[in-house]
């Protein structure tokens, strides 16, 4: 049992200083370092010293005690504004996934269908250019680099890829990542007549344990780089103090939109692959279907995992 304890310790002081000592102690030191310095003295190494210089003079530091008093407030105080960097995360993270409520929200989505019609016009428009450039007696071969239909086919594949920026289907959410999570609903919903949103809290709770291990690790993936974009608003504010935190923030800002973006889609993409799997042993279990029976799960065994699930009447 003690070795027990003594790993289970060891991960979760590991864990409280990645997640909340560590990056709360960054944040505190570029504010102590912004609020001395200010924008006119940005890099005043000179004023810094000074300053480090007088705070170690203090006789006060001198005693234990009170030393060991401001390395615990220190502590705390890090750890404070990780869990304020974890709240605002996990806002940011309802923010990304919300669906279109009020005026704003709605505008937001029609702004992005605007954009998404526009885009999938230029798809069209290539499409056709790579029918009329397509030889129907060459189909089986493949073009030749340099020739029409090439340069055709790789327009049409450039604007498919310009388009799927802004959504993989005709937006129906203010983001990108409602979006991606729509668009993986109404595939299941397509193929298997399932409502996803009813359907994958039961369909979670028989999923085997390296399945449910990898969608934890995305998810955690996705919430982490929430928590990331968080950081990057606080240091937004900090950068009214003192500039150079701008730079922080935006490179913030930026790896949280990345690996967001990754982290979604590959969960979208493993939901999906679930239900896919896992859907006709769920409807078994249920009783809609019979155990020993093969095939796939059809539309009409999908409509009555769904009136179940819902407790429909």
């Known amino acids: 049992m003690n070795p027990l304890l003594t790993t289970l310790g060891s991960k979760l002081t590991e864990r409280w200083l ?43 530091l001198e005693r234990p005690g009170t030393a060991a008093l401001l390395v615990a407030l220190a ?49 069209d428009q290539a ?8 030889d129907p007696g060459a189909c089986d071969e493949s073009p030749h680099p340099d020739s029409p239909s090439a340069r055709a086919l790789a327009r049409l594949q450039a604007r498919i890829e310009h388009r799927d920026r802004v959504a993989l289907r005709n937006p129906a959410r203010p983001t990108w990542y409602g979006d991606r999570m729509q668009t993986t609903a109404d595939r299941v919903a397509d193929a298997y007549g399932v409502d996803l949103a009813a359907l994958w809290p ?4 028989t999923l085997p344990e390296p399945a449910v291990r990898q969608l934890q690790s995305v998810g955690d993936s996705f919430s982490a780089a929430a928590r990331l974009a968080a950081w990057a608003v606080a240091y937004a504010l900090l950068a009214c103090w003192w500039w150079p935190a ?33 859907g006709r042993e769920l409807a078994a279990r249920v009783g809609l279907l019979a155990p020993e ?8 065994t999908g409509d009555l995992l769904s009136e179940l699930f819902r407790k429909a009447e």
Not at 91 to 120: F, Q, S, V, Y
Not at 202 to 205: I, N, P, V
Not at 293 to 300: A, D, H
């Open 18 to 60: 990645n997640l909340l000592v560590l990056p709360g102690a960054l944040f505190l030191a570029a504010t102590a370092l912004g609020a001395t310095l200010g924008h006119r003295h940005w890099r005043d190494l000179d004023l810094l010293r000074t300053t480090l210089d007088d705070l170690a003079a203090r006789p006060a």
């Open 75 to 123: 502590l705390l105080a890090a750890a404070a504004a990780s869990l304020a960097a974890q709240f605002l995360g996990g806002a940011i993270e309802r923010h990304w996934l919300r669906h279109p409520r009020g005026p704003l929200t709605r505008a937001l989505t029609e702004r992005r269908r605007r954009r998404w019609a526009a885009r999938d016009a230029k798809v």
């Open 127 to 134: 499409l056709r250019q790579t029918v009329a450039h397509t």
């Open 202 to 205: 039961r369909l979670w709770l």
């Open 246 to 278: 701008a730079l922080v923030a935006v490179g913030c800002a930026a790896v949280a939109r990345t690996r967001a973006h990754t982290a979604l889609d590959a969960l979208a993409e493993l939901i999906e692959a679930a239900v896919d799997v896992h």
């Open 293 to 300: 029976s093969t095939g796939r799960l059809g539309p009409e």
